[in-house]
């Protein structure tokens, strides 16, 4: 069985639509805008993958910043 969002049928059979028309349409937008627990778990893997990402990204960075501090460093004092 289907769920549907009773606020969304509520507001269907106040607007004159029949019963099983709203019912139908309610499961339908119930069904597209939950999360079910497989996206969830797909999208914590995505953001796992970019905390990886970025944490790379910033040592990266880091040491860049090290490279050129130490040129300059070394115009003045070298």
């Given at each position: 069985m289907s769920t549907m969002i009773f606020e969304?049928?509520?507001a269907f059979r106040t607007?004159?639509?029949p019963e099983d028309k709203a019912r139908k349409?309610?499961?339908a937008l119930s069904?597209?805008?939950t999360a079910t627990?497989?996206?969830i778990s797909k999208l914590e893997k995505e953001i796992a993958a970019i905390r990886s990402d970025m944490t790379l990204l910033k040592w990266m960075v880091g040491l860049v910043m090290a490279g050129v501090a130490s040129q300059i460093l070394k115009s003045?004092?070298?």
């Open positions: 969304v049928f509520d607007a004159g639509v349409a309610a499961e069904s597209e805008t627990k497989g996206d003045f004092f070298g």
